[in-house]
């Protein structure tokens, strides 16, 4: 009766405590991106692939998320200048149906299109847990960088890793 009174209290222990980030990440620096076709709110297709040769930054957000609005709010602001660079924003919903994302767009006004993945099968590839996530991916198809969660310094980390990678 003791060792399972035990087993039990260890088991529930276990349970209550939060994923970390790194345990939450399916996809690491260095490793080749998954491919995914993506329909965008404009009703086009993205495929990944075919991205090939861009630098891209795959952000996946939620349109409830506090902090993935306060990155995005900024990306909308710093990214044109990296465009002639041969650069592209893919910006992923998680798990949300397109009335939430259209209506979260019209509210903030992004200038950049905005991906679906209703069924989060897109994201679960890259992650289990956690947004904004943001994946760097070079031209060849490497992620070059990663980051979770919204930080002000980290972001300034990952603007400056974007224009170093964009002028190679």
């Known amino acids: 009766m003791v060792a399972l009174l035990l087993a039990v209290t260890l088991t529930a222990c276990i349970e209550d405590e939060v994923p970390t980030y790194e345990s ?3 996809v690491r620096v260095g490793e080749m991106a998954p491919d995914f076709t993506v329909e965008m709110l404009s009703g086009q297709s ?13 952000l996946f957000f939620s349109s409830w998320c506090p902090d993935c609005l306060a990155e995005m709010t900024q990306l909308d602001e710093r990214l044109a200048p990296f465009a002639e660079r041969g650069f592209r924003l893919v910006a992923i919903s998680r798990g949300e149906p397109r009335a939430d994302i259209e209506q979260f767009r019209a509210e903030h006004g992004f200038g ?7 069924s989060r099968a897109i994201y679960e590839r890259y992650a289990t847990r956690y947004v904004p996530r943001n994946f760097v991916i070079g031209r060849d198809g490497h992620v070059t960088a990663l980051t979770v969660e919204y930080d002000a310094e980290e972001f300034e980390e990952l603007m400056g890793h974007i224009d170093r990678i964009t002028q190679e």
Do not use: A, H
């Open 112 to 118: 950049y299109d905005l991906g679906l993945d209703e």
């Open 24 to 26: 939450t990440t399916r």
């Open 46 to 58: 993205l495929t990944l692939s075919e991205l090939r040769g861009d630098v891209v930054l795959l």
